[in-house]
């Protein structure tokens, strides 16, 4: 076969997985809806429900260890995890990984944020992810607020202006008399 044939083939896969991309965005978990409730165990073995975490925010980041896009999140995870840790709950989701690969990569990369367990994937496929990484933000009231796919420049402002509003809508009014 000849070079310009294979060069087709590739052209024709290139736009048939474009064209599928924009399919599959228009299938991102919606803003305003009820965030889907979950179970999900922690690296330690702790199990943490969703629907008990009302009255704060939550940030939930889909990555995994072979992702390199996630890889680069990672950090921004971490020090959002820090500055927010009494104004929001932070978890990274892992997808379909063992937790000893995962605890290790945490350990090599001194990161102590939470990490939950989502080992047969049923909780991403719940949040529709399409893509990793992949950032939901969740208001106190268990509604989602914002989606993001993907992580580049921009990115990390954006997230963090949404989990900022998040909270502070999830603030008591104050008494102005």
């Known amino acids: 076969m000849s070079k310009?044939?294979?060069?087709a083939l590739l052209s024709t896969l290139t736009l048939i997985a474009g064209a599928f991309a924009l399919y599959q965005a228009d299938e991102q978990l919606p803003t305003g809806i009820d965030a889907p409730n979950f179970k999900l165990t922690t690296l330690d073995g702790k199990e943490?429900?969703?629907?008990?975490?009302?009255?704060?925010?939550v940030l939930l980041d889909f990555w995994a260890t072979w992702c390199p896009p996630c890889r680069a999140?990672?950090?921004?995870?971490?020090?959002?995890?820090?500055?927010y840790?009494?104004?929001?709950?932070?978890?990274?989701?892992?997808l379909r990984e063992d937790a000893e690969k995962v605890r290790s990569y945490m350990e090599r990369n001194k990161y102590d944020f939470t990490v939950l367990m989502d080992s047969d994937g049923a909780v991403a496929q719940a949040y529709r992810v399409r893509g990793i990484p992949t950032f939901v933000v969740i208001d106190a009231q268990g509604k989602v607020q914002f989606v993001q796919v993907g992580y580049g420049p921009g990115?990390?402002?954006?997230l963090e202006s949404e989990l900022q509003k998040a909270i502070e809508a999830a603030k008591p009014p104050s008494n102005a008399s």
Do not use: C, D
């Not at 969703?50 to 925010?57: I, V």
């Open 4 to 7: 310009r044939y294979w060069i």
């Open 48 to 57: 943490v429900e969703l629907s008990k975490l009302r009255g704060k925010p």
């Open 73 to 83: 999140s990672l950090p921004h995870t971490q020090r959002m995890s820090k500055k």
């Open 85 to 94: 840790a009494e104004q929001a709950h932070i978890f990274a989701v892992n």
């Open 155 to 158: 990115v990390e402002r954006k």
